[in-house]
């Protein structure tokens, strides 16, 4: 079965700091794909990034980057300069390439940007 | 081009009720996917439906129970309802494509409180 942890619970920055939201994963598939989902108060999930499990390179959009590495089977987000805009709870999720598509979350982290 | 829709927004029930949650897929979609979040957790998946039926089931009892209708749309119903039972019930519409992933797409949620 696989599994994502997310061990930071709560974050609280001020902000133009920049944060970085740990992500660990576990799965015995050589195939899967890592997500990032944001949650504002509102509770709609909005979606960042998708990654598939042979692409490595690391992304960044905006004040927005992540980091996979499978050989810590990671997949961290970091957020540059940080808005109170950024202030959510922010979702790390696999899904398999079983055809389901269905995704595990982690915990989620929230994170609170302070002016 | 409306997106994936749920109904109602919020709603409150007393323990031992039954309740039924409605979602609207997205255009095109003729998958939909269920997922239970409890205040503080991570999503976790209920169950999938396709082709009018159950094909794939998270960790949940039998006291939840789902359709779909030919026209893609779909139903959640819990029946005997818990105080834990509490929570924010996401639908995520998608099109069952022939490989890879399939983009799943959020609807906004809607709350139940069980009192």
């Known amino acids: 079965a696989q599994k994502v942890t997310q061990a930071q619970t709560e974050i609280s920055v001020v902000e133009k700091e920049d944060v970085t939201l740990d992500c660990v994963y576990e799965?015995?598939?050589?195939?899967?794909?890592l997500f990032w989902y944001k949650q504002p108060p509102s509770g709609e999930l909005v979606f960042l990034i998708r990654?598939?499990?042979?692409?490595?390179q690391n992304e960044i959009s905006g004040r927005y980057s992540w980091n996979f590495q499978k050989s810590t089977s990671s997949f961290n987000f970091t957020i540059t300069a940080s808005q109170v805009v950024d202030s959510a709870v922010y979702f790390c999720?696999?899904?398999?390439?079983?055809?389901?598509?269905?995704?595990?979350f982690g915990k989620g982290t929230m994170l609170l940007v302070s002016p | 081009d409306a997106g994936v829709t749920q109904s109602p927004t919020h709603l409150i029930k007393t323990r031992g009720q039954q309740v039924t949650l409605r979602c609207s897929p997205k255009?095109?979609?003729?998958?939909v996917s269920w997922y239970q979040q409890a205040l503080g957790q991570g999503p976790q998946f209920i169950f999938q439906?396709?082709?009018?039926?159950?094909?794939q089931r998270g960790n949940f009892p039998d006291r939840f129970s789902g359709h779909q209708f030919p026209n893609y749309s779909s139903e959640l119903n819990v029946n005997a309802l818990l105080l834990g039972d509490s929570a924010l019930y996401l639908c995520?519409?998608?099109?069952?494509?022939?490989?890879?992933?399939?983009?799943?797409?959020f609807g906004p949620g809607t709350r139940l409180t069980v009192l």
């Open positions: 995520a519409s998608s099109y069952t494509g022939t490989s890879g992933y399939n983009e799943q797409f």
């Open positions: 799965t015995r598939d050589t195939t899967y794909y």
């Open positions: 990654r598939n499990s042979f692409d490595e």
């Open positions: 999720a696999l899904s398999l390439n079983s055809g389901y598509s269905t995704l595990t």
């Open positions: 255009s095109g979609h003729d998958t």
């Open positions: 439906y396709y082709e009018e039926e159950e094909r």
